[in-house]
């Protein structure tokens, strides 16, 4: 029998929990949800306060996600929106900001993406070069900017950029708005290996800001990034091997049982290891809700997690293109060949993952880095020497 939540010190409030009536008849009443409606009712981000979310602890969002998953209906996808700018808006953003920008965030109807990365700064991301200087009303912003998902398709961004050259490296940055229309923005694409186009390069020339879209105070911009990429909900969904989605080494183990197992006996060694691998990250990710429901503060399973989740990303797909040999080769290919799927990931998906994975272990904080968190945070290893 595999663990759920309810081995791991905890239960979800049961059926009759008045919040489940109430969340049940408004689904009976909206079957359908339209994403700005589901944001009115504050079920993209319970987490959030009101007006914007239920100020939901982590027992009231295991439970908002169940009855999602029970009727059968998805939050709107605006990953960068909801995950890190809406949360670093509510931190330090003023008034006008949260009215103007968090709703239609949430609700999906203006999509974000994130200007941080640089040619020169990415793990670094302090080495940042991207200037911007205040003239008169307006912030002038001019550098380079890339790996920026989504910036072809993103109504905002939310930009880090140096506005005191002259102080230590990270004090001197800012955390801005920028509407991506604005005259002096030039988006170019970087289609990567998997053929899709996600990602950008960013161009900024002369990008004149209004003053009123710097959030926080000028010189905040290092500790805002740290609210920014720190931030993450409770959440019980993610074992898939695609940073939480696409398949999971279970789904692997299923397609090889579904035609009739291997025989080769270094491929089963490969399989058991893989989903004992998977098991683990499932024990580690049901260990860090229950700490949340518990009321236990973060450690530092979430650099662990994120360090051994990309790796075993990695390795599932590893495996599967192995089974598919040399089929794997075909956009889809996918690990048993000949054979179709079941309807729930495609070959082509397979493919797509294969081809992705390589970004698991780079995007995010690469596992480097993960590495170096966990050494000087939970180990107490001496730091990086400082650059
Ligand atoms: C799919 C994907 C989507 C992305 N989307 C965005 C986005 O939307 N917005 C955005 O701003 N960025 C985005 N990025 C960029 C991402 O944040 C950077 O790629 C990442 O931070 C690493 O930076 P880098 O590529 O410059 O590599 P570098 O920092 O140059 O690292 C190169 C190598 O050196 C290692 N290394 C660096 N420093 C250390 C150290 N101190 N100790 C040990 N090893 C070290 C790294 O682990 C790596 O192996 C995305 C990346 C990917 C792959």
């Excluded at 009101?50 to 998805?74: C, S």
């Excluded at 970087?190 to 990602?199: A, I, R, S, W």
């Amino acid at each position: 029998m595999q663990p759920t939540l309810a081995h791991v010190d905890t239960a979800l409030p049961p059926d009759d929990d008045p919040r489940r009536i109430e969340l049940r008849s408004w689904f009976e009443a909206n079957p359908t949800p339209s994403g700005r409606q589901l944001a009115r009712r504050g079920l993209v981000a319970p987490h959030w306060p009101a007006p914007w979310g239920l100020g939901a602890d982590p027992t009231h969002q295991l439970l908002v996600d169940e009855e999602l998953r029970r009727a059968g209906v998805r939050r709107p996808d605006n990953t960068i929106g909801i995950g890190w700018a809406g949360p670093t808006i509510l931190h330090a953003g003023s008034d006008e900001q949260k009215e103007r920008y968090l709703l239609p965030l949430l609700a999906g109807d203006e999509i974000w993406c994130q200007l941080f990365s640089e040619p020169g700064a990415g793990s670094d991301l302090a080495s940042l070069t991207t200037r911007a200087e205040l003239d008169g009303d307006e912030w002038v912003v001019q550098g380079q900017k890339v790996w920026t998902s989504y910036a072809h398709r993103a109504e905002f961004g939310i930009l880090l950029a140096r506005t005191d050259p002259d102080a230590p490296k990270h004090q001197g940055i800012s955390y801005f708005i920028c509407p991506m229309d604005l005259p002096g923005i030039t988006v170019r694409p970087l289609v990567d290996m998997t053929g899709t186009h996600t990602f950008n390069e960013v161009f900024l020339d002369e990008v004149r800001l209004p003053r009123s879209n710097l959030v926080g105070d000028p010189g905040q911009g290092w500790s805002l990034a740290k609210v920014t990429l720190a931030n993450e909900r409770v959440s019980l969904s993610g074992a898939g091997a695609l940073w939480g989605m696409g398949p999971t080494a279970d789904d692997l183990v299923a397609a090889v049982r579904a035609v009739g197992g291997t025989a080769d006996p270094l491929m089963r060694q490969r399989l058991a290891a893989l989903w004992a691998e998977g098991e683990i990250l499932r024990l580690l990710r049901l260990r860090t809700v229950s700490a949340a429901v518990a009321g236990v503060p973060p450690g530092p399973e979430a650099s662990v997690r994120k360090a051994l989740a990309d790796e075993h990303g990695q390795h599932i797909m590893a495996v599967a293109r192995d089974l598919a040999g040399a089929a794997g080769m075909l956009s889809d290919g996918g690990p048993t060949p000949g054979v179709p799927q079941d309807a729930t990931w495609p070959d082509a998906m397979w493919t797509y993952g294969f081809l992705f994975a390589p970004a698991l272990t780079i995007g995010g904080g690469t596992s480097e880095v993960q590495r170096n968190i966990v050494a000087e945070r939970t180990l107490g290893l001496p730091h990086d020497p400082q650059v």
